[in-house]
């Protein structure tokens, strides 16, 4: 099992302290790579941790 993986949106979710809907939208958006698999969507942490450092919450929420 690959430890750095995120396994859903809820996860992730608690994983960054943000809302699932948050989460969802910022995958929408292109904000946070995603892995897809049928209807689930997985998250490296590495990158959720790399998005977060890289760019101010503010530019991604909009």
């Known amino acids: 099992m ?3 993986l995120i396994d859903g ?3 992730a ?3 960054t302290g943000l809302s ?7 995958v929408e958006h292109g904000h ?3 892995i897809r698999k ?3 969507l997985f998250f490296r942490k590495s990158e959720v941790e790399r998005a ?6 503010t530019q991604m929420s909009a």
């Open 20 to 26: 699932r809907r948050q989460i969802y939208r910022l």
């Open 32 to 34: 946070l790579p995603v």
């Open 52 to 57: 977060f450092s890289a760019t101010p919450m």
């Open 2 to 4: 690959n430890f750095d």
């Open 38 to 40: 049928g209807r689930r």
């Open 9 to 11: 949106a809820e996860a």
């Open 13 to 15: 979710a608690a994983f």
